[in-house]
């Protein structure tokens, strides 16, 4: 039986993922890119541009440095095209906000034009994922059978994930786009932007009912409606 274990992509859900692994003797796969799972501990890469992601991977790399049994299955070069498309999104959402206008050609240019899927195909164990768009391809693609779904904590679409499941037609969504790029805006220039690490923000996400209630009220997609607690009849 293999098992998937969803984790949100912030400071708690790391912490609670290295628990999580102390306790199991299962070989895990990791969304990390490989070079850190055969060299945790390298000082290059902590003032490379991941630090962003250094510091939400930390306690799981310290974990790592004497557990090398667990496997990672992203690249650096993953990493650093989300780096790049990020550095762009933070360009429009400035655009946004000083002139107050929202061109969604723009945004939707920016999503990629496929979604690259590199969630490993012959595995066992246990499988962490930490994006939902990964989860989502997973479930709809990969035609997975015999598995476990754990997760940590609440793990829900932000508002990027869904514009990019929109962009690439895998998620029906049933309002304007605009509706997503102004949560984007929001997300980013917000609750990241003010808070104190990227936990925070997300709390703030899962916490806005008016952010869910569109989400609800937009899409009838299983797995995401599933993700808020809500099923519609």
């Not at 899962?206 to 899409?219: A, G, Q």
């Amino acid at each position: 039986m293999k098992t998937i274990l969803l984790v949100p992509f912030h400071e708690r859900g790391y912490e609670k993922l290295v628990k999580y692994l102390e306790k199991t003797n299962l070989r895990v796969y990791l969304p990390l890119p490989i070079e850190l799972c055969r060299e945790p501990i390298l000082r290059e890469y902590s003032f490379s541009g991941l630090w962003s992601y250094i510091r939400v991977w930390s306690p799981l790399l310290e974990f790592l440095s004497s557990h090398r049994e667990h496997i990672c299955y992203l690249t650096l070069g993953h990493f650093e095209k989300t780096l790049n498309t990020s550095i762009k999104l933070l360009g429009l959402v400035l655009k946004a906000k000083v002139f107050n206008k929202i061109d969604p050609f723009e945004w939707l240019m920016l999503m990629p034009e496929r979604i690259e899927f590199n969630i490993p195909g012959n595995r066992s164990g246990i499988l962490v994922i930490d994006r939902f768009v990964d989860y989502v391809l997973l479930m709809k693609r990969d035609m997975v059978v015999n598995y476990v779904l754990q997760q940590l904590e609440e793990f829900i679409p932000t508002p990027l994930d869904l514009l990019i499941l929109i962009k690439n037609n895998v998620v029906n969504w049933n309002c304007n786009v605009e509706s997503v790029i102004e949560w984007i805006i929001k997300y980013l220039g917000e609750y990241v932007l003010f808070s104190r690490d990227l936990t925070e923000a997300y709390d703030k996400l899962k916490r806005s009912k008016e952010y869910r209630d569109l989400v609800v009220n937009c899409t009838s997609d299983e797995l995401i409606l599933t993700s808020l607690s809500v099923l519609k009849n």
